[in-house]
């Protein structure tokens, strides 16, 4: 099985910038797209950005030009830096690794953004 793992998350201030990131193991790295998706209380889980296995991104209209995906296959580990947070980024983030044949997920990490 792919074992994913986030961290970097916390709380901070309105404006604040956070990154995460998610070490992945298990299985071929590389190959996969990448996404961050965030889930906030009583809300549906949301894509919030993705990464092709070439490097190619999209983004959630709400966090285009604050947010971005990077990857570092390498490393097995894939990134979100977040800049200019609001509060209504608030949320567990989690990985997932996007497998054609069952998807992995990350056990999440809090974000909160609160002054």
């Known amino acids: 099985q792919v074992q994913l793992v986030e961290s970097g998350g916390g709380l901070v201030q309105p404006g604040g910038s956070l990154r995460l990131s998610c070490a992945g193991s298990?299985?071929?790295?590389?190959?996969?797209?990448m996404g961050w998706y965030r889930q906030a209380p009583e809300k549906q889980r949301e894509l919030v950005a993705r990464?092709?296995?070439?490097?190619?991104?999209n983004y959630a209209d709400s966090v285009k030009g604050r947010f971005a995906i990077s990857r570092d296959n390498a490393k097995n580990t894939v990134y979100l830096q977040m800049n200019s947070l609001k509060p209504e980024d608030t949320a567990v983030y989690y990985c997932?690794?996007?497998?054609?044949?069952?998807?992995?997920w990350g056990q999440g990490t809090q974000v909160t953004v609160s002054s």
């Open positions: 298990g299985s071929i790295f590389s190959i996969y797209a």
């Open positions: 990464i092709t296995s070439d490097g190619s991104t």
């Open positions: 997932n690794l996007e497998d054609p044949v069952a998807d992995y």
